[in-house]
């Protein structure tokens, strides 16, 4: 059962973040078997009614048990962006690069219809577009990571190239 709030949280605030923790790793009951809380504790650290708040710890406990959705969200606050390294490795960089381009094509067409004025648009971005244009971008900004990362084993000859032939130094030797 995975964990599916039914109160609005708006995304980037800190009751999201936690709800989206809460969700990578299996929903409520995973939560209350790792933190050893009860279902109504958990769900209060993911109301945005409520006065609860999560601790570090626990944020660590679950950061460590697979959700990376804090840690996205401390590296945006900081200014960068949080890669996995493992995701890294595993990805079909050409086929995330394509998807990557049809999402940045779509984000760019939202940001410019929104600041058009029109019969649908006041000319401006509202708080509540900007969080879903964030939330787009962001993923966005993930793939770019996992491209570089991937075109920079290439460069330095840490991987196969797409041909799939094993890396040849500048004098074409393997």
Avoid: C
């Avoid at 993930?142 to 491209?147: E, M």
């Amino acid at each position: 059962m995975a964990f599916n709030p039914v109160k609005i949280r708006r995304y980037g605030e800190p009751k999201e973040v936690v709800a989206r923790v809460f969700e990578e790793v299996g929903g409520i009951p995973s939560v209350m078997e790792l933190l050893d809380l009860s279902r109504t504790r958990v769900y209060a650290l993911a109301d945005p009614d409520s006065s609860n708040e999560i601790s570090y710890a626990r944020i660590a406990k679950l950061t460590e048990s697979g959700a990376s959705a804090a840690a996205q969200h401390l590296a945006a606050l900081a200014g960068g962006i949080f890669l996995p390294i493992e995701k890294a490795d595993d990805a079909n960089w050409l086929a995330l690069a394509g998807e990557a381009s049809r999402r940045n094509a779509r984000n760019i067409s939202a940001i410019m219809e929104s600041l058009s004025e029109t019969e649908k648009s006041p000319g401006r971005i509202d708080q509540d577009e900007a969080r879903e244009i964030l939330k787009v971008l962001d993923e966005q900004l993930g793939v770019l990571a996992i491209q570089r990362v991937k075109l920079a084993a290439i460069a330095s000859g840490e991987a196969i190239d797409m041909s799939g032939q094993p890396p040849r130094d500048e004098n074409g030797a393997g």
